[in-house]
């Protein structure tokens, strides 16, 4: 049977992202990225929900990010869902569900246009 794991997102950064490299030198950034939802409900109230998603880049895609963007950046990502586990200080598992932008894809050519784009906007200040 086949499956797809890929998500689209539009959202806010919520803080500065957190850049660093591994130990064979590859760049990766955490970007903290919250999504609103508003609706309105049945007896005609608005509400709204916000969910807040860690995000993964790698690369050069990732030291761009770090450098240009900032906390309240608005930011469109393409990637998919990927769940990574590990065991606590206190000996409990933790299990954390993360969206993993691929080093390379289809949507890197319009990521590197926006980043290009609020490059420019930068520049000019």
Not at 16 to 34: I, K, N
Not at 56 to 84: F, H, N
């Amino acid at each position: 049977m086949a499956s797809l794991n890929k998500v689209f997102l539009i959202g806010n950064l919520t803080k500065q992202p957190e850049l660093r490299y591994t130990p064979s030198g590859t760049a990766v950034a955490d970007l903290r990225l919250a999504v609103n939802r508003n609706y309105t409900t049945q007896g005609g109230e608005k509400r709204e929900e916000v969910c807040f998603l860690t995000v993964v880049v790698w690369g050069k895609q990732a030291e761009s990010c770090g450098e240009y963007l900032d906390k309240g950046s608005p930011i469109l990502v393409e990637g998919r869902l990927q769940t990574r586990e590990w065991e606590a200080k206190d000996g409990g598992k933790r299990t954390v569900i993360e969206v993993s932008r691929p080093h390379r894809g289809a949507g890197d050519r319009a990521g590197r246009r926006v980043l290009r784009r609020r490059r420019r906007r930068l520049e000019q200040r």
